[in-house]
């Protein structure tokens, strides 16, 4: 959940500069927006390892997949969590402008990342924002892309039933507690609620007013996930995804309604792991 910064601001110096001091600075800069947050890493001098980059839901940062960190190393992947800018770690920093934007930005990180191979998992908001960057590395032509699996999402191009973020505080609020998943302590408190209300309504309105392009499918292998009592996402609105890609499509349905990987991490990771092989046998 966000904080609020308590950053002070140093005080401008009156000093004038010499023109040495004014050249651009050429060193490498972090990439603005995002960052990548390793929970299990490649020891060192070992070869790259099977990289998991999880994609969080709205209002959700990247500690929402530290709980994953064992069970992924126990199946030999390397996690690694997308973290979005405005919450947590980057509290401080601006939310993105749109989800294009966004996407730009983790798609950049992505690049950078050592890994032998990657599977980008989204669930919910992140599924869009994790097709998104799949688009992105595949224009890049990054071959270590090797699975997309998106969960707990309707397919691109499929109607919101209601703009929820455009709904006053209060309704918003009731809307979003309905899906899940939302602590205990949060919910029912009105300073953290506050506190994470400009967040959560800003990944809403990014993802409601996303409008997909028209691109050529995805030559990608997808696992599109969903649960049997996400009463969110009903199963009639996850088949649209295979015109994503040009590959297979497996649909995998699990126990539990909108957050279920939560519920059940130890078999979506299984089921992941399980798909990731299927993709090498069948190369």
Known sequence: MPALSTRSQSPRSTRKQSPRERQPDSRPRPLPGCRLQPFVVDRAGAEPADTLICFPFAGGGASAFRPWARLSEA????????????????????????????????????????????????????????????RRLTARGDPRLARLVVSGARAPGAPHPEQLHTLP??????????????????????????????????????????????????????????GRSDAHVPLATLFGWQ?????????????????????????????????????????
Do not use: C, N, W
């Open 75 to 134: 199946a030999g992947i390397s996690l690694v969590a997308v973290q979005y800018p405005g919450r947590e770690t980057l509290r401080d920093q601006p939310m993105a402008i749109s989800l294009a934007a966004l996407a730009d930005d983790i798609a950049a990180a992505i690049a950078a990342h050592r890994a032998s191979s990657l599977i980008l998992f989204g669930h919910s908001f992140g599924a869009m924002v994790a097709l998104e960057t799949a």
């Open 169 to 226: 505080d209060a309704a918003f609020l009731a809307q979003v507690k309905a899906f899940g998943g939302m602590p205990a302590a949060v919910a029912e408190s009105a300073e953290l609620l506050a506190l994470a209300l400009p967040v959560l309504r800003g990944d809403f309105r990014l993802m409601e007013t996303h409008a997909p392009p028209e691109a050529a499918p995805l030559p990608l292998a997808l696992t599109v996930l969903g």
């Open 243 to 283: 015109a994503v890609t040009s590959r297979s499509m497996r649909l995998g349905l699990f126990d539990g309604g909108h957050f279920f990987p939560f519920e059940a991490a130890g078999d979506v990771l299984a089921a992941i792991a399980r798909d990731l092989e299927a993709t090498r046998v069948a190369a």
